[in-house]
């Protein structure tokens, strides 16, 4: 058997969307090629993204579709805003299931015990520990919330 990498799956999805003439779905995973291929590119010399890189920057794309969408809609532009939002959930179908309330929760109370931090100024000294657990799964700035109402 073997293991495909997300790069891979996702111009396989690609070649599938344009053979079924999805239109939405195809320009999306070409949008997203493309922001990791100029990933790759960045820098001093050429690379391949490992899977986790690549899910860091589907990650950026799905903010950039949410934080669009919200504006759009802010705008009074519901159709561009509902463009985005059908993006975003192309996007989100390769990224890793969001983490609940709950889940969250556990995570910062264990890492809160781990780092034997206290009060708000331990703040960066939880999200250290927390951080790499979280990536990808939830929102920094909802991680953010809960580790403050977790020290305060």
Do not use: H
Not at 82 to 103: F, H, K, N, R, W
Not at 115 to 142: F, H, I, N, Q, Y
Not at 145 to 152: C, E, H, R
């Amino acid at each position: 058997m073997t293991t495909t990498t997300l790069k891979e799956r996702l111009r396989a999805d690609l070649t599938a969307a344009m053979k079924a003439r999805d239109a939405l779905r195809s320009a999306t995973i070409r949008m997203a090629l493309t922001a990791i291929t100029n990933e790759e590119v960045s820098g001093a010399s050429a690379r391949v993204l490992t899977d986790d890189e690549v899910l860091k920057v589907l990650g950026r794309e799905a903010k950039k579709r949410r934080e669009a969408a919200e504006a759009f809609a802010g705008a009074g532009r519901d159709a561009q805003a509902a463009q985005e939002v059908a993006e975003g959930e192309v996007i989100a179908e390769y990224l890793p299931a969001p983490l609940s309330d709950e889940e969250l929760e556990a995570l910062v109370a264990a890492a809160v015990a781990e780092s034997g931090a206290e009060g708000p100024r331990a703040m960066g000294a939880v999200m250290k520990v927390l951080t790499p657990r979280v990536a990808g799964r939830a929102d920094g700035s909802r991680v953010a919330a809960a580790v403050k109402a977790a020290l305060s």
